[in-house]
């Protein structure tokens, strides 16, 4: 399989390993995460208590403070050297998005970006200025507002802390041994992001998707195991609804330009033209769970696609189907929305983000087989694959 980035199956392995390795880390991440169970439930005592939203899980929480941490030591350093060195540029970009603009489409939110740098981590004990630089370094890009939003509730605590610069500690030495055991369980998958960021991605012009590249490798491993993690919390939510939509990428139809899917609004809803097709089995998994498959063209279509009609008529879970980069957000802002949602990973980057020459890739079938199953519930039988 041709992948620039990450892959399920890089050495054509089962995808049920990928799921044994990335469950095993969550497991381990909660585990060094009951360390943080104090700060945890101030966070979430402070949330109730300010009328932000309604009290989630400790989990859900947990998974929020291992985005603080990791995208501090991912993205920090790069940052507070965008703050010092191109003051003025950055300045720009966040009084744009202050002021209601959206991003900015023609790669010029890239200039605050270190491209072809090796990444340098953010030191482990930042303070509540620098994590303000980095949230404004977030906001300019574009490419991080479902991860704002959660970080902007986690400002305002520790604003009200005393002693903020030793949980911002905390939640960076996290971070620092997620990056340790991430390592260890899934080096693997990401083995060809650092080849990406240092030789490919500064090849090539600036364009729109710069910025969502431009990702590092400890923030995939982030996504990936914050998928697993965020799905268990969610499941619940997710089996109690009355009805379910898989969301299926445009990009892992076999051949894009013969597709004869009945287009509608930006959606996509398969008519099983092509054989060997993924949207199509994917398509017909979901109805044999009694779900609702329908395919968007791009990434960015999502906040569009959640006030869609399809969604709309009551309690709907929803199923995301998508690359490893942001999917986590994407999971936060379908919940943000009132949606109760679950993650599935295509198996690898191939689409034209990523190559030269799309692919389309696939997905773990037996999974979104998993996810879409309702206990009670008797699927039909496939009528074509």
């Known amino acids: 399989m041709s992948y620039a980035t990450y892959c399920l199956r890089p050495d054509s392995q089962l995808a049920e390993e990928y799921l044994v390795d ?46 603080i941490g990791v995208l501090w030591r991912a993205r920090g350093q790069e940052a507070c050297e ?35 740098i090796p ?27 479902d991860e704002l939003e959660r970080l902007s509730g986690w400002l305002a605590f520790l604003h009200a802390m005393s002693d903020a610069r030793l949980h911002l500690r905390q939640l960076a030495l996290f971070a620092v041994a997620f990056e340790a055991m991430s390592a ?17 991605l500064p090849s090539r012009p600036l364009r729109e998707d710069t910025v969502q590249c431009s990702r590092r490798r400890l923030e995939y491993h982030f996504n990936m195991v914050g998928a697993e993690m965020l799905n268990r919390a969610w499941r619940a939510d997710f089996l109690a609804c009355s009805r379910h939509v898989v969301v299926l990428p445009g990009c892992a139809r076999r051949h894009d330009k013969d597709c004869r899917a009945l287009a509608h609004e930006g959606e996509l809803h398969c ?18 769970h009694g779900s609702l498959a329908i395919a968007v063209l ?31 957000g994407a999971g936060w802002r379908a919940r943000a929305t009132g949606f109760a949602a679950q993650c599935v990973f295509l198996m690898a980057s191939g689409c034209a983000h990523w190559l030269d020459e799309p692919r389309p890739t696939t997905l773990a079938f037996a999974e979104l087989d998993r996810i879409c199953m309702v206990p009670g519930h008797i699927a039909k039988p496939a009528l074509c694959s």
């Not at 369980?185 to 990401?190: G, S």
């Open 22 to 67: 990335v469950s095993r880390l969550a497991d381990e991440v909660l585990e060094v995460g009951k360390a943080l169970q104090p700060l945890v439930s101030a966070f979430g005592d402070f949330v109730q208590a300010s009328g932000r939203e309604i009290r989630r899980s400790v989990e859900d929480y947990l998974v929020e403070a291992l985005m």
């Open 82 to 116: 965008a703050a010092l060195l191109g003051g003025d540029r950055l300045v720009a970009l966040v009084e744009e998005r202050r002021h209601g603009a959206s991003r900015r489409r023609d790669g010029s939110n890239a200039t605050i970006l270190t491209l072809g």
């Open 119 to 145: 990444a340098r981590p953010g030191q482990s004990d930042p303070t509540l200025r620098d994590l303000q630089t980095l949230a404004d370094w977030l906001l300019a890009s574009g490419e991080y507002d």
């Open 184 to 200: 260890k369980r899934l080096a693997r998958y990401t083995r060809r992001v650092d080849h990406f960021l240092g030789w490919k």
């Open 271 to 288: 008519t099983h033209c092509t054989p060997g097709c993924s949207v199509s089995r994917a398509s017909t998994i979901a109805g044999q």
């Open 298 to 328: 791009h990434g960015s279509d999502l906040g569009h696609f959640l006030c869609s009609p399809s969604l709309q008529g009551g309690d709907v879970g929803i199923v995301g189907v998508a690359c490893v980069p942001g999917l986590v």
